[in-house]
T-cell receptor
């Protein structure tokens, strides 16, 4: 079955501390992987994507993610979190030639001063 | 222009009303999507249009009626909705599978719908 698991429903991080959000996927074909961020009441903004090539991908706002095929993971990282990073983060996967994107349940990030 | 716009931002309607949500993109994308998102949940796919033809309907009730008048516009017509239909409705677009094999979607800001 195709699925995306984000094990952490919510995470609290101090401002300036590092961040890692976990994502595991199950997909029968070559996966195309995405991280989106959503502020309250807003649409989803694409942070970064992985299609092929270098397994460490850089995104916007200082985020990066590493694709590990052996672990079926695509974890999102940021070295130093800012208060404005507080939001909901969704990991997602899709495949070649299809319209459907499978989203994880999301991880809510809280940032404390 | 890498923007997907949606109007209105907020909509309150009664169960007997008829209203429409509008979505527009000028990125030359040929696939457009409607999603429904309840609070604290991921988006749920409702409809996909590819090259102005309905490609996917995820068993959505007929009180939701999509329309794609041209490649830049996507509408969602609403009639006789129920209070449980209250949600954030998101529109998205992507290049289209004839052009690329991956499905990078660009999302609009959404319409917050409340059904009384």
């Amino acid at each position: 079955a195709q699925s995306v698991t984000q094990p952490d429903i919510h995470i609290t991080v101090s401002e300036g501390a590092s961040l890692e959000l976990r994502c595991n996927y199950s997909y029968g074909a070559t996966p195309y992987l995405f991280w989106y961020v959503q502020s309250p009441g807003q649409g989803l903004q694409l942070l970064l994507k992985y299609f092929s090539g270098d397994t460490l991908v850089q995104g916007i706002k200082g985020f990066e993610a590493e694709f590990k095929r052996s672990q079926s993971s695509f974890n999102l990282r940021k070295p130093s979190v800012h208060w404005s990073d507080a939001a909901e983060y969704f990991c997602a996967v899709s495949g070649a030639g299809g319209f459907k994107t499978i989203f994880g349940a999301g991880t809510r990030l809280f940032v404390k001063a | 222009d890498t923007e997907v716009t949606q109007t209105p931002k907020h909509l309150v309607m009664g169960m007997t009303n008829k209203k429409s949500l509008k979505c527009e993109q000028h990125m030359g994308h040929r696939a457009m999507y409607w999603y429904k998102q309840k609070a604290k949940k991921p988006p749920e796919l409702m409809f996909v249009y590819s090259y102005e033809k309905l490609s996917i309907n995820e068993s959505v009730p007929s009180r939701f009626s999509p329309e794609c008048p041209n490649s830049s516009l996507l509408n969602l017509h609403l009639h006789a909705l129920q209070p449980e239909d209250s949600a954030l409705y998101l529109c998205a677009s992507s290049q289209g599978i004839r052009q690329v094999t991956y499905n990078e979607q660009f999302f609009g800001p959404g319409t917050r719908l409340t059904v009384l």
